[in-house]
């Protein structure tokens, strides 16, 4: 299976994995920046920018996560956003030995609202399935609506997403689908407070995908785990925040 990636800078390896319906031009604002202080390897989600996948199969996180594999250093700082942050987790999960630190950004292990967990309503992704078959164009259009929502330069920033969004060949639709199940369907929580490996947590205050509110219910799972909250920013403080997003990931790793 191909694998899109894009590998740049010196230093120690830190491997980041994009969103759901992005591609791995995502990272361009922070990109040469983050380059003066890593090796960078920008993967591709199966299914999305240059990246194959083989539509009769299971979209699973072991799935993703051994395609991935491929292009990864044999061991790396991971860091993931949003759905990549459920990857870049369950890499943590299945092979240790590969992942030196865990960074997870705009992310929670389980997206959805449940019994004393914050999150989005189920309807709201169940609405995005029924959406996505009739125009995944304009799905895709209001995801990135949705991310922006909150920021102080909320235009500016959904513009930015569309852009780079079109830098590559939009997603398969298998993907796409089988990305909103990810979403919808996994709980990664009991998961998440068993990882022994260090681990950092970026967040956005202005955030409608994770809410302010799951992050201290995040934190008591892994509480030994490092936070930090971008107060201006929504679901993409590297596109909002780049020089302060950049700082806090250099200081994370050292």
């Known amino acids: 299976m191909r694998i899109g990636v894009t590998r740049l800078g010196a230093g120690p390896d830190l491997v980041m994995v994009h969103g759901w319906g992005m591609n791995r031009h ?43 594999l491929s292009e990864a250093p044999s061991r790396a700082n991971w860091l993931g956003w949003s759905l990549g942050g459920l990857v870049a987790t369950q890499m943590a999960w299945r092979h240790p030995e590969r992942v030196s630190r865990l960074l997870q950004v705009a992310s929670s292990p389980c997206f959805v609202a449940r019994d004393g967990w914050p999150g989005l309503q189920p309807e709201v ?4 399935h029924r959406q996505l078959e009739q125009n995944s164009v304009r799905t895709l259009e209001r995801f990135l609506a949705i991310q922006a929502m909150g920021s102080e330069t909320v235009k500016e920033d959904a513009r930015r997403l569309k852009a780079l969004l079109t830098a590559a060949p939009l ?53 030994d785990s490092g936070c930090h909250l971008f107060a201006k ?6 596109l909002s925040h780049p020089e302060a997003f950049v700082a806090q990931i250099v200081q994370a790793i050292g």
Do not use: K, M, N
């Open 171 to 223: 997603p398969q639709a298998a993907a796409l689908a089988g990305g909103l199940d990810l979403l919808q369907h996994t709980d990664q929580r009991t998961l998440w407070s068993e990882l022994t490996l260090p681990c950092v947590r970026l967040y956005g205050r202005l955030d409608s995908l994770v809410p302010h509110a799951a992050i201290p219910l995040i934190t008591a799972l892994r509480p």
């Open 125 to 128: 992704l169940a609405g995005f």
């Open 233 to 238: 920013a929504s679901h993409a403080p590297f």
């Open 26 to 68: 995502v990272w361009e604002p922070v990109a040469s920046a983050l380059a003066a202080h890593f090796r960078l390897h920008l993967l591709d989600l199966p299914g999305h920018g240059a990246s194959d996948w083989d539509a009769a199969q299971p979209y699973s996180l072991d799935a993703l996560v051994e395609a991935l």
